[in-house]
C-alpha cells in the first residue's frame, strides 16, 4: 500500500479462485491481468457501455441495502439497468474489471474484502470508491464501475 489523500491505497492486488481454475492481478501502473500464467496472461478491460439502461449491475444481496437505508435508490438502479444479478464476493469486481459487468457495489465490507479487487479494477481501466465517492477500499462499502457509469451509479445509491 501507499499513502494517498484517501489513507493507504493498495499498489498491487491478487484474487484467486481456486475451484474456478481462475487468478487476477494488477500493480499499480501496470494494468490488470487474468491467466494461470504470466506467460498466458490476458489483460483486463472495462467494458464501454455509458448508459444505465443498457448496464448489467451485480449486488451482493439486499438485506444489507435495507440496513443502511439504502434500499429505494438500489431498487430504483436494479429497475433502470438492463440486467441485475446477486453475486457476491471478489466475484462481481472481477466481472467489471473483464468487462462482463458494467457496475457493482455492495453496502457493507471490509477492507480486506476490498483491497486486491480496487487496484485491479482500477488497473483495468475501472473506478473503485465508497457509495460516498471516496476513491479506494477504506469505505466500509464499495462501488466500482467501468468508469462511465460511475458517478450516475453512486447518485442512486448514496442515500
Not at 112 to 131: H, K, P, R, Y
Request: hydrophobic content about 40%; some cysteine; glycine content about 14%.
Amino acid at each position: 500500500m501507499e499513502a494517498g489523500e484517501n489513507g493507504f491505497q493498495p499498489v498491487m492486488g491478487v484474487v484467486s479462485a481456486p475451484a474456478l481454475g481462475r487468478r487476477w492481478w494488477a500493480a499499480k501502473g501496470g494494468g490488470a491481468y487474468t491467466g494461470r500464467s504470466l506467460t498466458s496472461a490476458t489483460r483486463l478491460h472495462v467494458s464501454k457501455i455509458d448508459r444505465i439502461e443498457n448496464a448489467s449491475f451485480a449486488y451482493s444481496s439486499l438485506s444489507g441495502w435495507e440496513e443502511q437505508g439504502r434500499l429505494d435508490g438500489f431498487l430504483d438502479l436494479t429497475r433502470d439497468c438492463w440486467r441485475t444479478r446477486g453475486y457476491g464476493d471478489f466475484w462481481p469486481y472481477m466481472m467489471v474489471a473483464e468487462g462482463a459487468v458494467d457496475i457493482c457495489a455492495e453496502p457493507e465490507l471490509s477492507l480486506w474484502d476490498m483491497a486486491a479487487n480496487a487496484i485491479i479494477v482500477q488497473e483495468a481501466g475501472g473506478v473503485f470508491t465508497s457509495l460516498d465517492g471516496v476513491t479506494g477500499p477504506h469505505g466500509g462499502n464499495a462501488a466500482a464501475s467501468n468508469g462511465l457509469l460511475h458517478e450516475k451509479m453512486l447518485g442512486y445509491l448514496r442515500g
